[in-house]
């Protein structure tokens, strides 16, 4: 009778063994492992930022130089991939009628833009690649971006109307729209 | 020549015959009742595999078409999670549902700089994180990475439950306030789920 009720004790023992060990394993039981694959991409920038959307000259004066808008600050940025240099073009979507006071009208060319300070040059030039319109752009700057093609850098832009030589302007207020467009060549 | 057999109608006899045999059948057993086999114990064994399962069934693939540097992208779907268990109670506290990247500092990789998982957030409103938590935790029951794992939920079990599962969206978002200016490219990543007991 004595050995029976040792092997039965054994078993149970063995049994209460077994069910620790699936009591340990089930605690820290894991799944498979899901996947979510995320993809974000950064596209390349190039931006300009001016300051201000409008300068204005509170009085013209006729056949004279002195007719300077107040600076306006562009920042031009840039985020790129390839490239060999950031152009900054100023121009005019209709260079016959830069500024217009209704029929009387300023073309391009008794405008004038410089950067910094640098000097004064018409709005005449050709487009820089697609950007700017014939007779009617100038280029602002050319950036080489060979060192780097994240950068950024700020300018003023000096703006004036040239009327030297100019007929007398109708009195009113003339109006007009520069744009200012970076481009990557 | 006919020979017949004749029935014997005597029904004392065969009421003797049958006492006899019964007398023989009981001396029989009463020497039977004396012995004892030895007893043999048979232990019985059956398992239940506790199961576990995580699966995505819409959202594998998340993607952000133009990041915003400077600012929070947000991933356009969320991501849906169903969990599915069947354990034992009495082993089992609670499920827990873990997401984690490998490589922390790398949660997504592009060009040269890498976006790392404290840039990742994940958002669970049925679970843990209701609001947009960046996944820097650590692994919980040996599920995760340090710094780079967030837990979603933490289920109880208990004998109403433990066999179920539950489906919860986890929204996602890259947030860039503060970090320096990303190079143009893709960026990739995996986000790991997984689930463990405790």
Redesign the interface.
Known sequence: MQ???N??LA?AA??AL?AAS??EA????????????????????LTVSPTTATTSIASITDNSLANQFPDVGLTTAW???AGTSVNLVGWFATPASALANGAALIPSTKVEGGINGGGWTAFTGAPVGTVGVAGGSLQLFNQSVAGG??GTRTDQLNLRLNLVGFPTTTAGTYTGTLNVQAIVQ | MQLRVGRVRKPWLSLLVSSAVLALGAREARAQGGTVS????I?L?A?KT?Q?????TS?????????T?NAV?N?PSP?V?T?TWD??P????TVNLMAYFTTPAQ??T?GITQ?PSSR?LGQMTTGLPVAFTAITQNAV???GTVGGSLRLFSQNISGANKKASRTDN?N?Q?NLVGFP??????????????????
């Open positions: 050995r029976p009720l092997r039965a078993v063995a049994l077994a699936t009591a089930q605690a820290g039981l894991t799944s498979n492992t899901a996947t979510v694959t995320l993809n974000a991409t950064k596209l390349s920038t985020n790129l991939t093609l994240f | 030895a007893a043999r114990v232990a064994l398992t506790s576990l399962s995580v699966t995505v959202g594998a693939v998340q993607s952000i078409p133009s990041l540097d992208n991933f991501v999670i969990t354990v034992n009495g082993q089992t506290n949660a997504l592009g976006i990742v029951g040996g599920v986890l996602l890259i200016t990303l190079a143009p490219g893709t960026y990739n990543g995996t986000l790991n789920l997984r689930a463990v007991t405790q």
